[in-house]
C-alpha cells in the first residue's frame, strides 16, 4: 500500500507518510495543471459513462450525465481518482486526506489504497434528501405563480414563425435587440423570441413588446406541478454498482439536493407544447448540448421543426457537454444546424464527432461592434 486514505477528523501522525494531498481543496503539494491533465485523460470515460447513464430516462433532468463541465463536478472527481491511482503506484508513501464520504468510499476501493474509517454517509444523504424536498416545494410554488402570470400570453403566439429561443439576458431589450442574437429581431421583423423558463415574470412581461417575445410557462398546465415534487434524476441500480457507482451516486444525491430536475422537467412539458401547438418554421437557440436540449431537437422532428444551434460559449477542450459522445441517440438530438462562432469552435467540434454538412461559422452576434462580411 503506497497511499493511505483518511478524512480530516481521523488524521494519522505526520511521520508515517512523505507527502500528501487534500482532495477539494487547493495546496502547493498538487499542481493545478496536473489536475488539468488528468482530467483530459478522464475525458472520453466520462462521456462513455454519461453515454451509458442517459438510458435511463430521469438522466434527462441532471447535468452529469450530459457531461456538462459548468455544473456538474463528476468529471473532476474521476480525475482526482485517476491522480490517486498513480499516487498508490509510487514507492512513497502519500496521505490523502477526503473528507467527502463518496469520493472517499470510491477511492477505497482503488488497488494501492488503506483507508482509515469513512466520513459519516447517512447524514449527507439525508440532509441533500430534504434540501431536495424543500427546494421542489418552493420550486412548485413559484411555478404555479409564473403560469398564473403568464399564461395569458399564450394568445400572442403566431403558427410556423421562425422563432429565437432564449434566455431572459439583462442586456435584451423590448424593441428587438438580444442578448445572443444582437440585432437580429431589429433586422428580420418577422422573427418572434420565446423565453426559457429560467426568466420570471417581470423581465418576461417587460420583454412581451405586444406579443413579439413570450414566455414559455404559458404553455404549462397545472397537472404538471405536483408530480414535479418528485421529479429528480434515479440512476439505474447497474450504474450505483459498477466501478464508478460510489461516483455516480454522489452526482444523483448532489444533483437531487436541488429543484433542477423539477424545473428541467417543466421546461421540457412546455417546449414540448409548444412546439406541437405552433409548429414554427424554424428554431434558433444558444446551444449548449444540454439535457433540456436534447429533449428540445427529438421534440422538434418529431413536430418537424427545423433546428439551429447557434454555440453559446467558448468551447474549450474541457467543454464535454458539446460533444455527442455522450447523447444516448448520438447525432439523432443535436440540432439540424449549428453555427459556430469562428473557425478554431468549428475545428473542435469536428473534433468530437459532430458532421460537418450543416455545421457553419455564423460569427459572434452577441458581441457588438463586429464587422459584417
Known amino acids: 500500500m503506497t497511499v493511505i486514505l483518511h478524512h480530516g477528523g481521523d488524521l494519522p501522525p505526520k511521520d508515517t507518510y512523505g507527502k500528501w494531498l487534500s482532495i477539494g481543496a487547493a495546496t502547493d503539494h498538487l499542481d493545478p495543471a496536473r489536475l488539468e491533465k488528468s482530467f483530459d485523460a478522464v475525458a472520453t470515460s466520462w462521456l462513455e459513462l454519461g453515454r451509458?447513464?442517459?438510458g435511463v430516462a430521469s438522466a434527462s433532468l441532471a447535468h452529469a450525465p450530459s457531461c456538462a463541465t459548468n455544473i456538474s463536478d463528476l468529471g473532476v472527481m474521476k480525475a482526482w481518482s485517476l491522480i490517486v491511482q498513480e499516487e498508490a503506484s509510487k514507492p512513497e508513501l502519500c496521505l490523502v486526506v477526503c473528507n467527502d464520504p463518496w469520493m472517499f468510499r470510491h477511492l477505497s476501493q482503488l488497488d494501492g489504497v488503506d483507508a482509515g474509517k469513512p466520513p459519516p454517509l447517512t447524514l449527507a444523504e439525508t440532509k441533500l434528501f430534504l434540501r431536495g424536498v424543500m427546494a421542489r416545494i418552493k420550486c412548485a410554488f413559484g411555478l404555479f405563480r409564473k403560469y398564473i402570470a403568464l399564461r395569458g400570453q399564450k394568445k400572442y403566439a403566431v403558427p410556423g414563425a421562425e422563432v429565437l429561443l432564449v434566455y431572459g439576458h439583462p442586456t435584451s431589450t423590448a424593441e428587438g435587440q438580444d442578448g445572443y442574437f444582437g440585432a437580429l429581431m431589429t433586422k428580420m421583423a418577422d422573427v418572434r423570441r420565446i423565453l426559457h423558463v429560467d426568466c420570471d415574470i417581470n423581465r418576461a412581461r417587460e420583454l412581451e413588446a405586444g406579443g413579439r417575445t413570450l414566455s414559455l410557462h404559458a404553455w404549462g398546465r397545472l397537472r404538471d406541478i405536483p408530480g414535479l415534487l418528485f421529479t429528480r434524476w434515479r440512476p439505474a441500480p447497474e450504474h450505483l454498482t459498477a466501478a464508478d457507482g460510489w461516483l455516480v451516486r454522489r452526482a444523483a444525491c448532489k444533483e437531487g439536493g436541488t429543484a433542477q430536475g423539477a424545473m428541467i422537467a417543466?421546461?421540457?412539458?412546455?417546449?414540448?407544447?409548444?412546439?406541437?401547438?405552433?409548429k414554427p418554421r424554424v428554431v434558433a437557440w444558444p446551444w449548449e448540448n444540454h439535457s433540456w436540449e436534447r429533449d428540445f431537437v427529438r421534440a422538434a422532428r418529431a413536430a418537424g421543426v427545423r433546428t439551429i444551434?447557434?454555440?453559446?460559449?467558448?468551447?474549450?477542450?474541457?467543454m464535454l457537454n458539446y460533444s455527442p459522445a455522450s447523447n444516448p441517440d448520438g447525432r439523432a438530438s443535436?440540432?439540424?444546424?449549428?453555427?459556430?462562432?469562428?473557425?478554431?469552435?468549428?475545428?473542435?467540434?469536428?473534433?468530437?464527432?459532430?458532421?460537418?454538412?450543416?455545421?457553419?461559422?455564423?460569427?459572434?452576434?452577441?458581441?457588438?461592434g463586429i464587422k459584417e462580411l
Open 309 to 318: 444551434g447557434y454555440q453559446h460559449s467558448v468551447i474549450g477542450p474541457q
Open 52 to 54: 451509458l447513464l442517459g
Open 266 to 278: 417543466w421546461q421540457q412539458k412546455c417546449q414540448r407544447r409548444w412546439l406541437a401547438e405552433t
Open 334 to 368: 443535436i440540432p439540424d444546424h449549428v453555427l459556430c462562432t469562428g473557425r478554431a469552435t468549428r475545428e473542435q467540434l469536428l473534433d468530437w464527432g459532430l458532421p460537418a454538412q450543416g455545421l457553419e461559422i455564423g460569427g459572434a452576434l452577441r458581441i457588438p
